[in-house]
């Protein structure tokens, strides 16, 4: 079971957002939606711009929703920078 900040993440089935198995998708009760990565190897810019191609899938299923990264990952410096420039909020998840 995933959480933010004491909020535990629903799981929704990845397969129909097109994201893959090992990405899992989790939702608050509030709505917010989160792209969870969970590993411990570093984030860096190839991972972050498949990301930022997952959550615009997401984005297109879910009209409307709020989707953001969920990691216990270290983030390159780089891919925090692109991140911020495409506007995509980064989470610290918690197991």
Sequence with gaps: M???KNKELELIDSKKFGTGVRTP?????EGQVFLIKDRKSRLIM??????????KKVKLLMPGSNVALATCAPICSKTTQYFADHEIDVYQLEK
């Design 46 to 55: 190839k991972d972050g711009k498949q990301i930022s191609d997952q959550i």
């Design 2 to 4: 995933y959480s933010i």
């Design 25 to 29: 998708i989790g939702k608050t009760q």
